[in-house]
């Protein structure tokens, strides 16, 4: 029998963490529903302009209330409520902003309902010309005045911190049962890294909630940055999340081509730099993914490219008919890539493009809303938060 991803976690990992039995307000999605109309009426879609920010990078939803966080690049987090204004969170971390770096993921805790803690991801400076992602948690604190975040505590970062501002990766996904974390690490556009067990680069990580090695990792036996690691032989990993079963996948962008989307199991090597589906931007070839049977292939990889964002699962009653594909949000491609998960041979998940949907725009983060609409950011300068609903 196949195993899943969480095979290796705790019996309770199908369980999802629980925020509360108290009565909730009405989520994010219903409140937009209620307190803003519809501007745009595309392609089935009615599309709903929300909120505008600077190089947005991601959002988060708060757990029982209509508030949404928004990280921008450039070192903002931002609350945003439906019908107000969006407005700054004091106590973010001093980010080192420029190329691919600056404020990145922002997630809420399983137990936010009682920490009230949230988890940013960001880019900081090192001696000389380095840098490296860095993950931190704090307290959300909206109930005293402006909100802002108190006991900002640094819990992982980057090692080696190195030059160059691009491939910091740093996605975060809680795993189901709410006990640890899963982090990408992409592999700062150094190539060799990503299969170096001295360093934590180019890897997707398991993690504690406070930032330690996961019990039970696959390399915890190397001690070292080697415990952390679940995966290898990534590039530069943007979107990382669970699905309905259990499964862990992640989303990367690939060279001159080569974008994937990945099944993750633990201990397996994905390839990079040693092969891809694309070539080097010099035109150097690498050898692809086919040629490496003892690598780990991608469920499906993508040549011209999309450049990917975000994605998720989609599990929603907006969309019924999309229950269970993956929907990803396109820089390259300018919208939505619609992705169904299917068994391929020997049983291992195949993914098959099922449609682009064209919004005209580089898209960076989707989520899906407690309603089941999907809320996009678009990516760039006075950049788009929308909510999409059936037409």
């Given at each position: 029998m196949k195993k899943t991803i969480l095979s290796a976690l705790s019996p309770l990992a199908f369980l999802a963490a629980s925020c509360g039995s108290q009565a909730q307000p009405e989520p994010a999605g219903e409140q937009a529903k209620e307190q803003a109309g519809a501007v745009e009426q595309r392609d089935g879609f009615a599309i709903t302009d929300l909120a505008r920010f600077d190089s947005p990078w991601a959002l988060a939803f708060l757990p029982g209330r209509p508030d949404v966080l928004v990280t921008e690049r450039t070192g903002a987090l931002k609350l945003w409520r439906p019908g107000g204004k969006a407005v700054v969170v004091a106590g973010t971390p001093k980010v080192d902003a420029g190329g691919q770096g600056g404020l990145g993921d922002v997630a809420v805790a399983p137990d936010f309902a009682r920490s009230g803690l949230v988890y940013l991801t960001w880019a900081e400076a090192g001696p000389g010309d380095t840098r490296g992602a860095a993950l931190g948690r704090a307290r959300l604190v909206l109930d005293k005045g402006a909100p802002r975040l108190e006991n900002l505590t640094v819990i992982w970062r980057q090692v080696p911190k190195v030059s160059g501002r691009g491939h910091f990766g740093h996605r975060i996904a809680f795993a189901p049962d709410g006990q640890s974390l899963f982090l990408s690490s992409g592999e700062r556009q150094k190539f060799t890294p990503a299969q170096d067990m001295g360093t934590n680069l180019g890897k997707i990580l398991h993690l504690t909630l406070d930032g330690q090695p996961a019990p039970g990792n696959p390399f915890a036996a190397q001690g070292g940055l080697a415990a952390q690691v679940w995966t290898l032989g990534h590039r530069n990993p943007l979107g990382l999340q669970f699905d309905a079963?259990?499964?862990?996948?992640?989303?990367?962008?690939?060279?001159?081509?080569?974008?994937?989307?990945?099944?993750?199991?633990?201990?397996?090597?994905?390839?990079?730099?040693?092969?891809?589906?694309?070539?080097?931007?010099?035109?150097?070839?690498?050898?692809?993914n086919a040629t490496r049977p003892d690598l780990a292939a991608p469920a499906i990889s993508w040549n011209p490219v999309i450049a990917p964002g975000d994605f998720v699962f989609y599990s929603g009653k907006a969309f019924p008919q999309w229950r269970g594909q993956a929907l990803i949000a396109a820089l390259g491609a300018a919208g939505i890539v619609r992705v169904g998960i299917e068994s391929g041979p020997g049983g291992r998940p195949v993914g098959k493009e099922l449609e682009r949907i064209d919004l005209g725009t580089r898209i960076r983060e989707i989520r899906e809303a407690g309603d089941g609409t999907l809320w996009i950011l678009e990516d760039g300068e006075n950049a788009r938060l929308r909510r999409l609903a059936p037409r």
């Open positions: 079963q259990g499964r862990l996948w992640d989303l990367e962008h690939g060279p001159a081509g080569g974008d994937e989307l990945n099944l993750l199991e633990p201990g397996k090597n994905y390839g990079w730099p040693l092969v891809s589906d694309g070539d080097n931007y010099d035109g150097t070839p690498i050898p692809r």
